[in-house]
Structure formats: structure tokens, C-alpha cells
């Protein structure tokens, strides 16, 4: 239990041992494996039967119920008085730290798509000395983003390489029918990209309003504008299930579309992850609002926390929209 010893330093709670660290561990592996062996077994083998899929939805669910148990006890420990200061502010430095190791995913996907449209992709077209040997390879290929025409485009196909163009890679690779970047003023009215930016903004308002509402213990005002920025996440991932339909059946856009291909989806996706992420954590700080009167105006760590990550999702949205979309 927590309180002051009498020594006059801080005593805290310390569990007993257990296994969720492990549990957590697996469900983590198991859906990694799961998700990098469906998105193969999708770009290289479609129509075949796989149990890739399988695998991905056995370690979300394990995951998820593993969180479940451990975030329960978390809270239960916390309602009880169990925590003391100390011990919240670990949970601060934890959640810091989670979210600066996601900083350091996102800047490695934007490290690779400043890498590929910098320098591999002019490399490829045989520009700079790097690019000497390429362009014997591909003879004709012109670099330009986004990348619709790929190097084997170029050539007339697979079967036209070189026999050294074989070596360099094990499919085909044929590019995009058109692009997802800015399409003008003239037709921005119909851009989705645009509307996803407009409502990822707005919902991280609607999110500091909401913050701003429990810190005046007004539970009211901040359920409903939780609920208002739970449903524009959810409003931004059906936009991005809309985006996709439009990107893999009217522009041909696909994993192995080439470079442009591969890096809109694992960029996007890998974001559009994120929010879903974050939706669910704010639905769940709404539910415990709503449903069991948790949070104060002093202790509300559960939906700091999930307001902290919201407004993350949202800094790298800005961040993809400037360089997957316009720039």
C-alpha cells in the first residue's frame, strides 16, 4: 500500500510476479510474423492458401487479451490506492518512452522514402556514377515521383532484362495506372487524402477539449467530446478503407507496384494501424468515463496518456500528408 514511511521516504505498491510481460512478448511476435508473412504471402503467391492470415488474427487476439488482463490489474491497483506518486510517475516516463521508440519507426519509413526518391531512384535511372551500371541495365528508364513507370516497364517487361537484370530481382514489378499525390486545385474536391487531414486536426481539438473538460471535473462536457473524437478516428479509417479500395481497383496501386507501390501502403498502413490503435485506446478511456465514472481532475493518467498518443498520430500525419501526398 502506498504511503510515507517512517524514515520520510516514500514507500510504493510493488506487485507480485508475472508472466503478462511474457504473454504480451508472444502476442507481439506471433502478430509481427503473422502480418510480414500475409503481406508476402499476398504480393508473391496470391490466390494460394496460406494460414499467414490465421496466424496475424491468433496473435492480435492473444495480445489483446493479454492487455486487457494486465491494463484490468493496472487500474483496479490504482482505484485501490495503490499507486503512489513515485509509481505515476513511471507510468509518465514509460508512456515517453513508447512513444519516442514510435518516433524512431516512423522516422526510419521516412528516412527509406527520402533514400529512395533522393537516391536509389535516380541511381536507377543512371544518373551520378552510382547510377553508371543501371543505366546499361535499363536502358531507357526515366526517374520521376510519384514512380508509375518501374525500370522493367521501361524495358518492355520481366522477360526483357538482361540476363545481370535478372540477378537484381525475383518478380515483376509493374507500376501503378496513376497516383494518390495532389491532383490540382481543379479536382481537389474529390481528394480524400484532404478530408483525412481535416478530421485527424479537428479530433486532436476535440481531444484537448475534452482534456481541458476533466481538469474542471466537468465529466459531461468531456465524455462528450471524447466521444466526438473517437468517432472522427473512426470517420478517418473508413476514409482510408475508401482510399485503398479506390488505390487497389481503379489506380492499380499495389505492395509490388514498384517502389511507389510498396512505399504508399507500408507508410499509410502502417499509420492507418496507429490510429486504430488510438481510437480503441480513447473508446476505452470513454467507456471507463461513461460507464464507471473513472478520471478526476487529479488522477486521469489513463486518458492523458491515450490524449498523448492521439495527438502523435496526428504530428505524423502532417508530417506523411507533406511528403507522401504533396511534396
Given at each position: 500500500?502506498?504511503?510515507?514511511?517512517?524514515?520520510?521516504?516514500?514507500?510504493?505498491?510493488?506487485?507480485?510476479?508475472?508472466?503478462?510481460?511474457?504473454?504480451?512478448?508472444?502476442?507481439?511476435?506471433?502478430?509481427?510474423?503473422?502480418?510480414?508473412?500475409?503481406?508476402n504471402d499476398n504480393s508473391y503467391r496470391p490466390g494460394e492458401e496460406t494460414n499467414s492470415g490465421f496466424i496475424l488474427v491468433a496473435g492480435l487476439v492473444w495480445l489483446a487479451a493479454t492487455l486487457f488482463q494486465w491494463f484490468s490489474i493496472t487500474i483496479k491497483e490504482n482505484r485501490?490506492?495503490?499507486?503512489?506518486?513515485?509509481?505515476?510517475?513511471?507510468?509518465?516516463?514509460?508512456?515517453?518512452?513508447?512513444?519516442?521508440?514510435?518516433?524512431?519507426?516512423?522516422?526510419?519509413?521516412?528516412?527509406?522514402?527520402?533514400?529512395?526518391?533522393?537516391?536509389?531512384?535516380?541511381?536507377?535511372?543512371?544518373?551520378?556514377?552510382?547510377?553508371?551500371?543501371?543505366?546499361?541495365l535499363w536502358p531507357g528508364f526515366e526517374y520521376n515521383w510519384p514512380l508509375l513507370t518501374t525500370p522493367q516497364d521501361a524495358i518492355g517487361g520481366v522477360q526483357a532484362q538482361a540476363a545481370a537484370g535478372h540477378l537484381a530481382n525475383n518478380g515483376e514489378f509493374t507500376g501503378a495506372?496513376?497516383?494518390?499525390?495532389?491532383?490540382?486545385?481543379?479536382?481537389?474536391?474529390?481528394?480524400?487524402?484532404?478530408?483525412?487531414?481535416?478530421?485527424?486536426?479537428?479530433?486532436?481539438?476535440?481531444?484537448?477539449?475534452?482534456?481541458?473538460?476533466?481538469?474542471?471535473?466537468?465529466?459531461?462536457?468531456?465524455?462528450?467530446?471524447?466521444?466526438?473524437?473517437?468517432?472522427?478516428?473512426?470517420?478517418?479509417?473508413?476514409?482510408?478503407?475508401?482510399?485503398?479500395?479506390?488505390?487497389?481497383?481503379?489506380?492499380?496501386?499495389?505492395?509490388?507496384?514498384?517502389?511507389?507501390?510498396?512505399?504508399?501502403?507500408?507508410?499509410?498502413?502502417?499509420?492507418?494501424?496507429?490510429?486504430?490503435?488510438?481510437?480503441?485506446?480513447?473508446?476505452?478511456?470513454?467507456?471507463?468515463?461513461?460507464?464507471?465514472?473513472?478520471?478526476?481532475?487529479?488522477?486521469?493518467?489513463?486518458?492523458?496518456?491515450?490524449?498523448?498518443?492521439?495527438?502523435?498520430?496526428?504530428?505524423?500525419?502532417?508530417?506523411?500528408?507533406?511528403?507522401?501526398?504533396?511534396?
Amino acid at each position: 500500500m502506498a504511503g510515507q514511511s517512517k524514515t520520510g521516504y516514500e514507500t510504493y505498491y510493488v506487485p507480485d510476479s508475472s508472466k503478462l510481460a511474457v504473454s504480451a512478448t508472444i502476442g507481439m511476435t506471433t502478430t509481427v510474423y503473422g502480418a510480414a508473412s500475409f503481406i508476402n504471402d499476398n504480393s508473391y503467391r496470391p490466390g494460394e492458401e496460406t494460414n499467414s492470415g490465421f496466424i496475424l488474427v491468433a496473435g492480435l487476439v492473444w495480445l489483446a487479451a493479454t492487455l486487457f488482463q494486465w491494463f484490468s490489474i493496472t487500474i483496479k491497483e490504482n482505484r485501490a490506492g495503490m499507486n503512489s506518486a513515485q509509481l505515476k510517475h513511471s507510468y509518465v516516463l514509460g508512456m515517453q518512452w513508447f512513444i519516442f521508440s514510435e518516433v524512431m519507426f516512423f522516422a526510419a519509413f521516412f528516412g527509406a522514402l527520402f533514400y529512395i526518391r533522393n537516391l536509389s531512384g535516380p541511381w536507377l535511372a543512371g544518373q551520378g556514377e552510382a547510377g553508371a551500371m543501371n543505366g546499361l541495365l535499363w536502358p531507357g528508364f526515366e526517374y520521376n515521383w510519384p514512380l508509375l513507370t518501374t525500370p522493367q516497364d521501361a524495358i518492355g517487361g520481366v522477360q526483357a532484362q538482361a540476363a545481370a537484370g535478372h540477378l537484381a530481382n525475383n518478380g515483376e514489378f509493374t507500376g501503378a495506372e496513376k497516383h494518390l499525390s495532389f491532383p490540382g486545385f481543379a479536382n481537389i474536391a474529390h481528394w480524400l487524402p484532404l478530408y483525412n487531414t481535416i478530421i485527424l486536426l479537428a479530433s486532436s481539438f476535440t481531444c484537448h477539449i475534452a482534456h481541458v473538460a476533466m481538469k474542471q471535473n466537468n465529466r459531461k462536457k468531456f465524455n462528450l467530446w471524447l466521444f466526438i473524437t473517437v468517432a472522427m478516428g473512426i470517420t478517418f479509417l473508413y476514409l482510408q478503407y475508401m482510399e485503398y479500395h479506390e488505390a487497389l481497383f481503379e489506380y492499380g496501386i499495389h505492395l509490388n507496384s514498384g517502389v511507389y507501390g510498396t512505399t504508399f501502403f507500408m507508410l499509410t498502413g502502417f499509420h492507418g494501424f496507429h490510429v486504430a490503435m488510438g481510437t480503441f485506446m480513447l473508446l476505452v478511456q470513454w467507456l471507463r468515463s461513461a460507464g464507471k465514472g473513472h478520471f478526476s481532475a487529479n488522477d486521469q493518467f489513463g486518458f492523458e496518456a491515450s490524449s498523448w498518443y492521439w495527438h502523435f498520430v496526428d504530428v505524423v500525419w502532417v508530417f506523411l500528408f507533406l511528403f507522401v501526398y504533396i511534396i
